[in-house]
């Protein structure tokens, strides 16, 4: 699972005293044919890691399809100072929804 989620790096021009807490490891991810409940089940369970912040991308798709999901995708965010205890919980995670939903595909920016 490691090897299939793409992590960016971001961060806002820090002062050097705040540049190690301001950097930010962001996920976008989205699943083709995930239902939109299940998408806000995903969304609340990232949420209950200490530090994880996520989201709802919206549907950029210009037509209507059935068989789409309603949403866009997942963001989910946290500290880089973070990663070692919040990156195996987030993979556990998406590795647990994306063996009964269907393959995570990382969007870019």
């Known amino acids: 699972m ?3 989620i793409e992590q960016n790096s971001t961060s806002a021009q820090p002062t050097s ?9 962001e996920y976008r991810l989205h ?6 409940a299940v998408y806000r089940e995903v969304a609340a369970h990232l949420r ?3 530090g994880v912040n996520t989201g709802l991308l919206p549907q950029t798709a210009k037509e209507f399809d059935y068989l ?7 963001w989910i ?3 880089a ?5 919040c990156q195996p919980q987030v993979e556990a995670i998406l590795t647990y929804y994306g063996d009964r939903y269907g393959q995570w595909e990382t969007l870019s920016k």
Request: net charge negative; aromatic share 2%; charged share 15%.
């Open 17 to 25: 005293a705040q540049a190690a807490v301001s950097e930010q490891v």
């Open 68 to 74: 789409q999901s309603q949403v866009g995708g997942v």
């Open 48 to 50: 209950q890691i200490e």
């Open 77 to 79: 965010r946290y500290n």
């Open 81 to 85: 100072d973070a990663a070692e205890q």
């Open 2 to 4: 490691a090897d299939s």
């Open 31 to 36: 699943s083709p044919q995930l239902p939109l």
